[in-house]
């Protein structure tokens, strides 16, 4: 797909509160990528790990997500093998969110959470619940993990996989609350609940040059990373809105957060959620420019392809069953929109770098310079 090629696209992806336009543009500057391996055969393979894995029934629609079609384009310069890992962890990660949305018993998924944080930090050798598929999925997907990257890489994704488990906790606790999360309680949770931190350590694992961990804790460099992993979020907040409203659970979604704490309508909320987005993914934009002629080889290279992960989160979300169908039993059905994606932001200056009036993020803001301002 190209800027300006469309696909598919459930009314169901975008929780908006009028029917959607036969065309909807979405601000994404970086293009899609294309990668040269059979992606619907690896997802194959994904899918046929999952049903030896017993985390799926056959024919269900978690055999149907095409999860390597968010991942091939983000990891253009990966092997195949590399693919495969990340896309097995894609379904797995998966499987495990909607495990744990389904039993919301926060004392059940801590317990939980601390047997998945052994299977990735002790020895293979730990011994597992019985009956505990996820678990002994993961044990299996981490000798994977391990041999796709290097040894920096996977101690970057166990530190991200752990504030992921953290993040599913936290997630749990604030649904508990009888009033909805403040917007602060919610933005110091998304990251961690997203889980997008350990797609991370795959893009420079196909670099072809070594990334130091110093590196990342350079501010600018810093912020380049969380504005742009933080923007898939955004979006999987806005095409998960639907899904959650289903489930029940859509109290915690950053539209009905918007809505409760700063006592917005409905519509203004989706709205205020776009251009959150819009103004994040133009952050992540001005960053990139900044830091792709960084004299740090590894540091201009991440610069240059991690940005993939956002076109590569739209495709996916715009063509997968798992946020236009909601069960397994009822069939696809919804009036098609297009998706195309724009350089222009519809609600936001792409120039602008105020920052956000959220402290949690509005700090990335401050490394941003307009050095790489478009005529």
Known sequence: MTATQPVDMSTAQRP????????????CPFPLRSHPFDTRAIDDQA????LDQSLCEPGSIATRMACAAGIAPALPHAPDSTILAATKLFYWGTQLDDHWDAHPHLELIVAHAGVLHAVMTDGPDVPLPPGDRLAAAL???????ETVLTDTEILWFRTEFAAWLNGQQHYTALQRQTTPPSLGQYMRMRWAKSGVGTLLPFTPATMGCRLSPRALDDP?????VKATMMATALLNDLYSAAKERSAGTATTNLIAIL??????????AVMETWRLYERTVALAWHLQQQLRTDPRPAVARLAADLPNWIPAGIHWAATTPRYHQHTDSTPTSFTPAQVVLSDTPALADPDDLTPPPYPEIAGWWRYATSGG???
């Open 16 to 27: 908006a509160v009028q029917p959607l336009p036969r065309e909807v543009a979405v601000y």
């Open 47 to 50: 899918v046929m790990w999952c």
């Open 139 to 145: 044990r299996d997907l981490r000798g994977q993990l």
């Open 220 to 224: 600018p460099v810093h912020a380049f």
């Open 259 to 268: 809505t409760h704490d700063h006592d917005l309508e409905p519509a203004a």
């Open 373 to 375: 301002r478009r005529r």
